[in-house]
């Protein structure tokens, strides 16, 4: 993990004061570019602890393809990541609670975009070349719908708006684009996201986990997590955990389960607590 952690003495460095959304204030750079190469153990964080069970539980939910905040507390009830971004989107729609629906996040937007005159599920057809026509360009999943962004329409526009598979020589590896990236909070759990994502679609299309390409355009740290960076950077990382997945014979997608997935020999160094900026 040394190159997320290059990455944030970078944005220190070099990065721009600026207004933004939140009204927080950050320090952000635009335009990084991180490769983490699966043979060298699970990109998972480890000069502070990794939300394991959030993240794990977050990306099955996206898989679902849900809306709903509920099935994502279905599946891990202690997952706090998207409540703060629930509360806003309530309160912009001048309600005190509804059904638990988010409007068109990630999940939806993977596996049921809207089209003119259909609807299509990008990941399993993204899968499905993989499976068929490996050497396909167009093995992409686009989170960031244009007219599904709208402060009614969503909770949250997709930060992680774009990704792209890609095989050579028996190895699957993923890009993603990220147009907003809280390197201090959010893009530990994004590098473990896709990258356990990236094992999942190995699994069950017979290839070997080669790389996970994350590419960052607003990469910002928040004025008030200055202090925790820094006291992140100046932590020694340990070597990386290997991950497990529990072989039930998974041939699908939305075969997997919350308690397939370990990290073995996950060292780290202590917690450190910031708030998120909503």
């Known amino acids: ?38 043979d060298d153990g699970f990109p998972a964080v480890t000069t502070k602890q990794l939300v394991w069970k959030s993240m794990v539980s977050e990306l099955l939910w996206f898989i679902s393809g849900s809306d709903n905040i509920l099935d994502l507390k279905k599946i891990y009830p202690h997952n706090k990541l998207w409540d703060g971004n629930y509360e806003d989107y309530l309160k912009r729609l001048g309600v005190s609670e509804n059904d638990g629906s988010m409007g068109r996040i990630y999940g939806t937007q993977w596996r049921r975009w809207r089209g003119i005159d259909r609807t299509v599920d990008q990941l399993q057809a993204a899968i499905d070349l993989v499976k068929t026509d490996p050497n396909s360009r167009r093995m992409l999943i686009n989170a960031w719908n244009a007219a599904e962004t709208g402060p009614l329409d969503v909770a949250l526009p997709p930060c992680h708006a774009f990704f792209q598979f890609y095989v050579a020589d028996g190895r699957l590896s993923l890009q993603l684009y990220q147009r907003s990236c809280d390197m201090f909070l959010g893009v530990p759990l ?89």
């Open 1 to 38: 993990m040394r190159q997320y952690l290059d990455q944030l003495q970078y944005v220190l460095d070099h990065g721009t004061v600026k207004e933004d959304r939140t009204n927080v204030g950050v320090i952000s750079c635009f335009g990084l570019q991180a490769r983490y190469k699966m």
């Open 190 to 278: 994004n590098i473990a996201s896709y990258s356990l994502l990236l094992h999942i679609v190995a699994r069950i299309t017979g290839l070997i986990p080669g790389e996970f390409v994350h590419t960052l355009g607003d990469a910002h740290i928040y004025l008030n997590h200055v202090d925790a960076v820094r006291t992140q950077l100046s932590r020694t990382p340990y070597a990386l955990p290997e991950l497990r997945i529990v072989d039930r014979g998974q041939a699908t997608i939305d075969d997997f389960v919350f308690d397939d997935f370990d990290l073995i020999g996950y060292r780290r160094h202590p917690r450190i607590v910031a708030e998120m900026a909503v």
